[in-house]
């Protein structure tokens, strides 16, 4: 599966699927065979970071 490419939506598309169907972002990484650090830098250059006590980006 392509991932959004723009960080936006790419935001929005990793913040619905912790929300509904992973516990963590290595749950989500691991099932949808993600690269962690790469998805990590790619929302972090657009201001975004991983929030593991809420399991979200902000």
Request: include cysteine; aromatic fraction near 10%.
């Amino acid at each position: 599966m392509d991932l959004p490419k723009d960080p936006f939506i790419l935001l929005s598309y990793i913040n619905t699927k912790l929300r509904d169907e992973y516990g963590s972002l290595d749950a989500l990484c691991d099932d949808m065979d993600l690269d962690r650090a790469g998805l990590e830098k790619t929302l972090a250059e657009a201001g975004f970071e991983y929030m593991q006590q809420i399991n979200q980006f902000r």
